[in-house]
């Protein structure tokens, strides 16, 4: 069965730290590109931050660079983490991990083949 879990959400002050986790399972090897989207309340979902299994290149939106950085696990290939930096109140919102298997041009949500439930992040004092 093909599933994502994430970790790592919950509540920190601006300027804080936390680190999301997802694990993937059950899919085949060789899909195109993991990582994070994001939704606050009255927004549409963006693509947040992902790397491709090609070649490990990453792609964050660009208002998020320099504070968010996503990695592969060295250990378990299958579990990417975003670290994200420097929050600000204007960070939070429900993170979901999403996996598309085949190539894609943008990282259109409607393109993505599999989500995980999402994991709140709240930033604030």
């Known amino acids: 069965q093909e599933q994502l879990v994430e970790s790592g959400g919950g509540l920190v002050q601006p300027g804080g730290s936390l680190r999301l986790s997802c694990t993937a399972s059950?899919?085949?090897?060789?899909?195109?590109?993991i990582g994070w989207f994001r939704q606050a309340p009255g927004r549409e979902r963006e693509a947040v931050s992902f790397?491709?299994?090609?070649?490990?290149?990453?792609?964050y939106e660009n208002s998020l660079l320099g504070r968010f950085t996503i990695s592969r696990d060295s250990s378990t290939k299958n579990t990417v983490h975003l670290q994200m930096n420097s929050l600000l109140p204007e960070d939070t919102a429900v993170y979901y991990c999403?996996?598309?298997?085949?190539?894609?041009?943008?990282?259109?949500?409607?393109?993505?083949?599999?989500w995980g439930t999402g994991t709140q992040v709240t930033v604030a004092s």
């Open positions: 999403a996996l598309v298997k085949d190539v894609v041009v943008d990282y259109d949500p409607r393109a993505f083949d599999a």
């Open positions: 059950g899919f085949a090897p060789g899909y195109y590109a």
């Open positions: 790397i491709d299994s090609i070649d490990e290149s990453t792609y």
